[in-house]
């Protein structure tokens, strides 16, 4: 079963934008720390960002001053908006969640992933 649905990837030049979104399905609840990671082609998957309920972000320096995040607890979803994006900005990019499961209790949850491929 999907629990969080990412979209908002695709193809942008350098220097463009994308906002990406996820969403948590209604068999999550009481959802904690949620966060963006990625994974380029032949590397290890790394955070981006994540914040937290109340609303404390963390951006890793790489994409500091470009990419930012928030959250809606009210409608269970994270974005990422992103800026002034480069080409090492090319990975799948994973939604991340920490929540109660129905019928499975407290995990880490994990998206599908969605592409973002910054190219000219």
């Known amino acids: 079963q999907v629990h969080l649905v990412e979209s908002g990837g695709g193809l942008v030049q350098p220097g463009g934008s994308l906002r990406l979104s996820c969403v948590a399905s209604d068999s999550m609840s009481n959802i904690d720390g949620m966060g963006w990671y990625r994974q380029a082609p032949g590397r290890e998957r790394k955070l981006v960002a994540s914040i937290t309920r109340s609303g404390i972000t963390r951006i890793v320096d790489s994409v500091k001053g470009r990419f930012t995040i928030s959250r809606d607890n009210a409608k269970n979803t994270v974005w990422l908006q992103m800026n002034s994006l480069k080409s090492e900005d090319t990975a799948v990019y994973y939604c991340?969640?920490?929540?109660?499961?129905?019928?499975?209790?407290?995990?880490?949850?994990w998206g599908q992933g969605t592409l973002v491929t910054v190219s000219s």
């Open positions: 991340n969640a920490y929540g109660i499961v129905l019928g499975k209790g407290y995990l880490e949850v």
